[in-house]
């Protein structure tokens, strides 16, 4: 669209308001709202952006004594040169007046800046030979908290939506159907369509099944469905978390990427009820770059408490038709649905490294002819596999070394998102947990 045709979406919304974004590392989206007046200029020649978004962590504290070399008090944390993306245009249904546009950010040569994640993903279609078609599902604990009361409950005895083990029940939400209908109508109503929502095994916890769509756009809606559902279940007062585990006695929540490839109107996947050639040589390419990988799927300290046996998680580099114990799940399906599934990844992972990690991979397999191990039934019971690394200081430290990484996602992107991760693991190995007062405080 162009800026007047915009404009005359504007008058008939009666916008007055504009809300202007971009997502950080974590994925974690950072943004402003401004005036109709200053959308206009904004749109027309750019804005400045603070370039902050890559030089602190998820809580806002400024890296230092990691080299993250982008942006620091060296720099002065200038301003980046924001773009507005026209063609991301959205209105905010639970916001009347307002719009939503994502920001692409530049440095002062005019340079998308590496380290952004939309443009990481941008780079890896770039080399795609084919038509890249992506689509995410989010599972999700919901609670009836506020970021108050969770604080003043120091996270702890935490009320769920709703109470028991109870996957797929309509019960449930039915019971809940003012969010659950609100989730359903106003994601729709802001360009994130769900096929499905239901609820999962555990006390308050549903999967979202965002629709199929072209690779960035469908990375957007991945990107844009978390902070989405963050604000229209404040609404209700209900709070979402999607990390990877919350709880040790509950499965953790997975964040699964659903891929295939297309030519000429054609899926290549399909195969006549089995993997084609080339879905098998993008599978042999997933699996071989998994352990490298790994971070841009699994980002946080938490990511690896999911990694563990007989939880619907996977914890090695194996694949299967059909099968969810794998890390990849091979769906022959129809000249329509044949597509591949990332099992591996989180509901913490920032989308569109996850995603320009899945597509890397992949090609590379493409590329490079690979012919994948044999399918298994079982994964958990699978010896000879490849385990998945198991914290995310090795999955760093793998990605830091991989020289496949850095062909695909170019060196300036892999070392200050390695170091991004040696700051998480600094932050995390000086913590005290409560598991370490409980168990160590008095009796030591």
């Not at 005895?157 to 797929?168: A, D, E, H, N, R």
Request: glycine residues 8%; contains cysteine.
């Amino acid at each position: 669209m162009t800026l007047n045709e915009i404009l005359q979406k504007f008058d008939k919304a009666n916008v007055t308001r504009v809300k202007l974004g971009t997502f950080d590392i974590d994925g974690v989206l950072r943004g402003k709202h401004v005036s109709r007046q200053k959308f206009e200029s904004a749109a027309a020649t750019g804005l400045g952006f603070c370039d902050v978004i890559f030089g602190w962590d998820i809580g806002d504290v400024l890296y230092d004594k990691v080299p993250v070399t982008v942006t620091g008090w060296h720099t002065g944390y200038p301003d980046a040169t924001a773009r507005v993306d026209l063609e991301s245009f959205r209105l905010i249904p639970w916001e009347a007046g307002t719009a939503f546009f994502l920001l692409d950010l530049f440095d002062k040569n005019g340079e998308p800046l590496p380290m952004a994640p939309r443009q990481v993903l941008r780079r890896v279609l770039a080399r795609a030979p084919s038509d890249v078609y992506l689509s995410a599902e989010y599972e999700f604990f919901l609670f009836r908290e506020t970021p108050q009361s969770l604080r003043d409950k120091s996270y702890l005895g935490l009320t769920s939506l709703s109470p028991g083990m109870f996957g797929y029940s309509v019960l449930r939400a039915s019971a809940n159907s003012p969010v659950v209908l609100d989730l359903f109508d106003q994601l729709a109503a802001f360009n994130i369509s769900l096929e499905g929502l239901h609820t999962e095994t555990g006390p308050g916890v549903f999967e979202g099944a965002i629709a199929v769509d072209h690779a960035l756009a469908a990375a957007d809606k991945a990107a844009l469905f978390k902070t989405a559902v963050k604000e229209i279940c404040s609404r209700h007062q209900i709070l979402p978390t999607f990390m990877a585990k919350w709880s040790p006695d509950l499965p953790g929540s997975g964040g699964h990427i659903h891929q295939s490839l297309w030519n000429m109107g054609r899926n290549i996947f399909h195969g006549d009820g089995v993997p084609s050639p080339t879905m098998l040589s993008y599978i042999a390419g997933l699996i071989r770059n998994l352990t490298d990988f790994m971070p841009l799927f699994c980002p946080t300290i938490n990511s690896y408490k999911r990694i563990v046996p007989g939880t619907w998680a996977p914890i090695n580099a194996t694949w299967g038709i059909d099968n969810r114990t794998a890390a990849v799940r091979a769906i022959p399906g129809s000249a329509k649905s044949a597509r591949v599934e990332m099992r591996v990844t989180g509901a913490d992972g920032n989308p569109y490294l996850a995603m320009a990690a899945c597509v890397a991979a992949g090609l590379d397999g493409i590329a490079n002819e690979l012919e994948p191990p044999s399918p298994v039934t079982n994964a958990y019971e699978q010896p000879g596999a490849t385990p998945l690394p198991r914290t995310l200081a090795e999955a760093t430290s793998n990605f830091y070394n991989s020289a496949r990484a850095r062909d695909w996602f170019g060196d300036a992107f892999v070392e200050h998102f390695a170091a991004t991760r040696q700051w998480e693991i600094q932050q995390f190995n000086k913590a005290v947990t409560n598991w370490e007062l409980s168990r160590y405080f008095e009796l030591i």
